[in-house]
């Protein structure tokens, strides 16, 4: 049984905008800090953004003041993607890391920029 699911990605042209997001199951408990990683074709994931429980996010200097996390229903982080470019082209993937040191990925959902 799959705990995190991600969605929202897909093809957008440059400037445009996405909303991702990725929902645990209830069978997770205890959740301390969830976010999103994006791998580019040859490159090593990289950290996006994240989120604590309590509402605080950081980002990566990449995407400061263009993408967004947040979280407006249990379990569920969104992060909206705005002032896309090619660069942004990855696949995105959602994780969480509970109180018992746990960590969770999703599969992954294919983000791409092009004209």
């Known amino acids: 049984q799959e705990q995190l699911m991600e969605s929202g990605g897909g093809l957008v042209q440059p400037g445009g905008s996405l909303r991702l997001s990725c929902a645990a199951s209830g069978s997770i408990f205890g959740i301390l800090t969830m976010g999103w990683y994006r791998q580019a074709p040859g490159k090593q994931r990289e950290l996006v953004a994240t989120?604590?429980?309590?509402?605080?996010a950081n980002y990566t200097e990449s995407v400061k003041g263009r993408f967004t996390i947040y979280s407006d229903a249990a379990n569920t982080v969104r992060l909206e993607m705005k002032s896309l470019s090619l660069e942004d082209t990855a696949v995105y993937f959602c994780?969480?890391?509970?109180?018992?040191?746990?960590?969770?990925w999703g599969q992954g959902t294919q983000v791409t920029v092009s004209s």
């Open positions: 994780f969480l890391l509970d109180k018992e040191g746990r960590s969770y």
């Open positions: 989120i604590t429980r309590s509402g605080r």
